[in-house]
Every structure is written in C-alpha cells, then in structure tokens.
C-alpha cells in the first residue's frame, strides 16, 4: 500500500484487488490530493460548471473569447479531470471516464496538451486502466503521461515523481523487478530535488522499495527504508490513522514475522488494525487480510486459543463486507484448515480445505502459488490417509498451479518436484524419482539456494535414489556402480556441512550410512535393514529399505496433526496504492 489516506466512507469503499492492483473505492487512490477538500463544492458546481463551459465555447466559435478564454477554458478542463478523480472516489466509474474524456476534449481544444496538467490527466485515465485490470492500457497513459513531462522539461516535480512511482508499482506487478527499481529510483531523485522527502508520498516511495527488498532477500535494507518511511508518517499526527501508515506497519509485522519475532510482529498489526478502523476502512481487503495474516501468526506462536478466535473475526468481517468471493477468504479457508490439522481435527481439516480449493477456483486464481501451496497439502492429507494415487495427483496439480504462476525458481516449487521424487522412488521407480531430483536441485541453483538446509536434505534424497537405483539393477551390482553411490552420499555430506546443519538426525543419519558403505566387509553389498529418515523436503516421512535385493523404498505413514504443512498466507501484502499525481503533498 502506498500513499493516500481515504476520503471514502465505508458505504462507497470498494476494496482492493489481491493481484497487487488497487481498486479505486477501496482505500482513495486519489487521498491526498490538494483539492480533497473541496470535492463536495466541485460536484455541487457541476451543472454550473459545465454550463459556463458551454458558453465559453460558445463565444469561442463567435470569436468573442480571445487569449484569456482560452486560459480560462484551460482551467476549466482541470476542474473536470478533478470532478472525474470525484466520481472515482465514489464508486461511479463510468461516470469518473466521462469527465477524463471530457477533460481530454478540452485540453484539446485549447491546444494544451503539453502542459504538466495534461500529463496529469493522462496519468489518472492511466490509473484508471489499472482500476479494470487493464494493464497494457494503464502502461501506455503513463508512457504518454512521462513524454508530456520530458517535453516540458519538468523536472524536481512531485507531481513527476508520483508518475514514476506508478510506473514502477507496474513493473512490479508484472514481475518486472529489475525496471520496478528503476522507476524506483527516479522517483526518489525526483522527491529529492523537489525538497519533499518528508512528505507521504515520498513515505510511500520508501515502502514499496522495502518491499522490492523483502523480494530480493535484503530484509536488513528493507527495515531500514521502513523505518525512515515510518518516522516520515508519525512526524504528522494525522497520519497515524491513515490506510497508507496501517499499510506500513502492516509490512513492518509482516517481516518481524518472517523472522520469527512475533511479539514485535502482533504489536505491529494491533497499531494497523486500530489505524484501518480509525479510518473506516475495515471494509478494504487490506484491512481482511490483516485479519487473516494475524491469525495466521498467533497459530504460528502456538497460541491456538487467540488463533481461533481470531479466524472468527475474520471470517465474520468478510461476510460482513460481502467479500466471501476474494482470494483472500480463500486464505483464510486455507489457514483454518492448517490450525485445524494442529490440533487433531483432520475431517475438519480437510473441509476446510475443500472449501478453499472451490473458493480459489470460483475468483479464477487456480493458477497461483497460495492455490498451489493448498494443494500440497492435500496432497500430504492423502498420503497420510494412505489414498497414494490422490496424493500423487495433487502434487502434480500443485506442479502445475506453480507452473501457470511462474513460480518455477521458489522453494515452493523445488519441494513439490522432491515430494513427487519420494513418491516415484516409494514405487521403485528411481530413474523417475532422480529426474524430478534433477529439476529440483536446478531451481536451488538457480536461486543460488545451496546452502540450506533442504538443499542438503535433497542432496540426501538422491543419494538414497542412487543407492536404490543400483541395488536394482543386478545382484552383486553393476561394475563401477558403487562409487557412484559413494559419492553422492560425500555430496550430501558436504551440502550438510556447508548449510552448517550437522547436529541434525538427517545428518547423524547420512553418516552411519556413509560408514556402511565404506565398510571393508561388504563394500558394494548395501545394507538393506537400515532405516534412514527421509530427507524429504517438507514432509516427515522416511525411507525404509526392506530386506532383499530388490528391496521396496516405503514411506511409511504420517500422523495426520503433522502431514499437513502450516497454509502460511506467505503471498500476501499489503497492497501498492499508486500515488494521487494532482498535488502529492
């Protein structure tokens, strides 16, 4: 969430998009404009205005208006962008277009169309666009928009930088982090050089560059810009209850709870639900989907008791905002599920989790990770259940949500191709299983992921396809096989130590494994009694090695309270709003 504090009354609020996209009602993508004051006064001259317009075009064909008719015309075209950005704050869409185009008429007909003005007015049918999940449209109005400035030479324009902020809250939307930065960047030279780095708007900046941080791992770097952008909101009172203060603090929680400290993480959540109900805004989806990520802490810290409790209240805010349609109500769905799984109501677990999978599929976000990530756990409630084909079938389903997301380089995606690894090696199909292997350990590579603890734990995971592989294929093994074995045993050795995971079970596991192998008494017999945990990714299973030569790797069963893995609403954040360009205070 950016800048902007709300000028909508709870009857008028709209919501919030969870795509990333701002939707106009929701929290004033327009708050802080220096005319919100008198937006009652513009919509009363409405008809009077646009009479006098009449007029004046009127006696501009006559040739009775000369150079002052035409400033004044000029004028009068800003007063109908104002009139539309009006009808924007309440809902009425259509009617907020009318007056843009109207506005583009007259800026027009004057021949102003390369003044900041007009880039102003250009910029909002921009954000408009954006509004109707229109992205290539919204694109092309701040293209043009940023043409009208550089023509102008503008520059140190707040105006300008508020621009550039949109169009980097666009990159980041498309996934485009390298040209989000960018745009970034320019903003902030711009705020600086117009003096108004202790504005909001500039606050904003700060919180949308936190967050491209947060993506790229520097959470250091991104409290940091959170905090100055924190100070810059609390050094005016007002500020204190508005959506785009609560949308800090919001992302402020959120990274306290990555790291795990959750005291400072509730204590910033309480601070942004007081600010949305102060500001009336408990209607938005940024204030429901601070119900459900508060929720979702408090089961995190074990307190199942306030976990509850607070579910509830979520659930009840969203029917009481007639939201039960969003992707976030299917989060919520998808993080009771988890709560229930903890505390041993697996059927109820499972309900919940049916719930979710139709209300992701009913909003058309079938194709995300959070729909993916409940999947998963499907999966893990069949194979506790011991339904292995179900299971199966839903981690390649939660394979190819990942897929259609684009999510192709995240730990969410490398644990799906493991898990589906451990069930083709389950069936002693270990080719199968080391391929799926293969493509897991390219994402850890790809995300430079190779000094973690489940990259480790893969490394074991196909150490142990290997050994499988070769006790397969003949008995006394294929010539030069053992040393294969060996030493894909030393790599996951060497992972294990490089995550500095070495007083883990895994480890102690791999270790008397590797002795085994190293035995002078049987150096290419495996042993086949052994029981080795599983270094399953993110499911607790083991491999057992059933005696024979040919013996079966089985995953043995799963309790049903720890098969399912916590529906952490990972993916959500408060929401980008894209700056208000007419007069960024």
Request: with cysteine.
């Amino acid at each position: 969430m950016g800048v902007g504090a709300s000028l909508l009354t709870p009857s008028v609020a709209v919501g919030i998009a969870l795509s990333g996209i701002v939707w106009w009602g929701g929290l004033g993508m327009w708050g802080r404009l220096e005319f919100a004051g008198q937006d009652k006064a513009v919509l009363k001259r409405e008809s009077s205005a646009e009479s006098d317009l009449r007029t004046r075009r009127r006696k501009k064909r006559e040739g009775k208006e000369g150079k002052e008719g035409k400033r004044s015309e000029s004028v009068t075209a800003e007063e109908l962008m104002r009139m539309g950005v009006c009808y924007g704050e309440q809902g009425r869409f259509g009617k907020a277009m009318g007056k843009f185009l109207e506005s583009k008429r007259a800026f027009e007909d004057d021949r102003a169309t390369e003044c900041p003005g007009y880039a102003n007015l250009l910029a909002q049918m921009g954000i408009w666009y954006g509004m109707q999940n229109r992205k290539t449209e919204e694109m092309q109005k701040y293209t043009e928009a940023q043409k009208v400035y550089r023509k102008e030479d503008v520059s140190a324009s707040r105006e300008y930088a508020g621009l550039l902020k949109n169009m980097g809250i666009w990159y980041m939307e498309q996934g485009l982090l390298t040209e989000a930065m960018e745009k970034y960047k320019e903003a902030e030279a711009q705020y600086v050089s117009a003096g108004a780095t202790r504005t909001t708007n500039y606050a904003g900046l700060l919180t949308s560059m936190g967050k491209w941080l947060v993506q790229q791992g520097c959470e250091d770097e991104a409290m940091a810009k959170f905090v100055i952008a924190r100070h810059t909101y609390e050094a005016t009172e007002n500020n204190r209850t508005s959506p785009a203060y609560a949308g800090l603090l919001m992302s402020m929680g959120s990274l306290y709870r990555r790291r795990k400290s959750f005291v400072e993480a509730m204590e910033l959540f309480n601070l942004a639900q007081m600010a949305l109900e102060c500001a009336e805004a408990t209607s938005n989806m940024d204030y429901l989907g601070l119900l459900v990520h508060m929720a979702n802490s408090l089961a995190e810290q074990g307190d199942t008791e306030s976990a509850l409790l607070k579910f509830s209240e979520a659930a009840a805010a969203f029917q009481a905002a007639e939201r039960t349609d969003t992707e976030e109500y299917a989060r919520l769905l998808q993080g009771m599920a988890s709560l229930y799984s903890r505390i041993g109501l697996v059927d109820e677990a499972m309900e919940k989790m049916l719930q979710a999978k139709a209300a992701f599929e009913a909003v058309g976000t079938s194709g995300s990770s959070s729909y993916a990530l409940l999947l998963r756990s499907m999966a893990s409630w069949y194979r506790c259940q011991g339904e292995e084909a179900k299971a199966q079938e839903h981690y390649m389903l939660a394979c190819r949500a990942c897929e259609a997301a684009g999510a192709l380089r995240t730990p969410l995606y490398a644990s799906l191709l493991t898990n589906l690894g451990a069930n083709f090696a389950e069936e002693g199909r270990f080719e199968d299983a080391l391929a799926m292997y293969a493509k897991a350990r390219n994402v850890y590579q790809a995300t430079g992921s190779l000094q973690s603890i489940h990259y480790a734990r893969l490394c074991f995971d196909i150490a142990l396809a290997t050994e499988g592989l070769a006790a397969s294929h003949a008995v006394p093994p294929l010539k030069g096989v053992t040393g294969s074995v060996e030493e894909s045993f030393q790599a996951a050795k060497e992972a294990f130590e490089s995550a500095g995971a070495t007083d883990s079970e895994d480890f102690a596991d791999l270790l008397e494994h590797l002795s085994l192998l190293k035995s002078p008494s049987s150096p290419s017999v495996l042993n086949m009694d052994k029981e080795v945990t599983s270094p399953n990714t993110y499911e607790t299973a083991d491999f057992c090695h059933l005696p024979g030569a040919y013996g079966k790797v089985q995953l043995p069963s799963v309790s049903p309270s720890s098969a399912l893995q916590p529906c952490a609403v990972s993916a959500w954040s408060p929401l980008e709003m894209k700056s208000g360009l007419l007069a960024a205070r």
